[in-house]
């Protein structure tokens, strides 16, 4: 191929895709900071557990593989364990007054497990703004700024949204928030 062809299909390719990503309309929260990618998997997390039927929450893709519920528990339980390593402390309005040893296997029923999940995301909305980010604070046998923690639930609550992702629809529930 000659520099000139290279350069007209370099030039048709990037106007095609501006074009085309001009008209895509990113979800609310890409690109807006900590707090927007929180609220978008926090929305994201909460629309697909209450779109999800109740008899779907005990669905596991494999044996051993934590269910629908211990997923969406074990995000819960990961938000207040990782509040309490950046600095927040345990209570308050959307804190459990304990938090089970085996809550993931224990709590399954869908409007327990929804509960958790809204809980522990609007313990992170109210903790969040409390924790001096630059504090060094002890995590997983290292001394660490804060803020490397409340990375760490944003990072979490993302992996496990995604992971919520394929467990809907391997279980024939289609995410809300995707039009098919």
Avoid: C
């Avoid at 290279?6 to 707090?35: D, N, Y």
């Avoid at 402390?89 to 959307?94: D, M, S, V």
């Avoid at 903790?127 to 995590?139: E, P």
């Amino acid at each position: 191929m000659t520099l000139a062809r290279l350069t007209l299909a370099l030039l048709i390719t990037e106007t095609a895709g501006s074009l085309l990503w001009g008209q895509f309309k990113p979800p609310e929260g890409i690109g807006r900071g900590w707090t927007g990618e929180f609220e978008l998997a926090a929305r994201q997390l909460i629309a697909l557990a209450e779109a999800t039927p109740a008899d779907k929450f005990s669905f596991r893709p494999a044996p051993g593989v934590r269910s629908t519920s211990e997923l969406y528990m074990h995000v819960a339980v990961g938000n207040y364990r990782l509040l309490a390593y950046a600095g927040v402390k345990p209570g308050g309005e959307h804190w459990p007054p304990s938090i089970p040893a085996k809550a993931e296997k224990e709590i399954t029923a869908k409007p327990d497990v929804v509960k958790w999940l809204k809980d522990s995301l609007a313990a992170v909305r109210a903790g969040h703004a409390t924790v001096d980010g630059t504090r060094k604070v002890q995590f997983l046998g290292l001394e660490v700024p804060a803020s490397n923690v409340l990375l760490r639930i944003l990072v979490h609550n993302h992996e496990h949204m995604g992971q919520a992702i394929a467990y809907a629809r391997m279980s024939g529930v289609t995410p809300p928030w995707s039009g098919n």
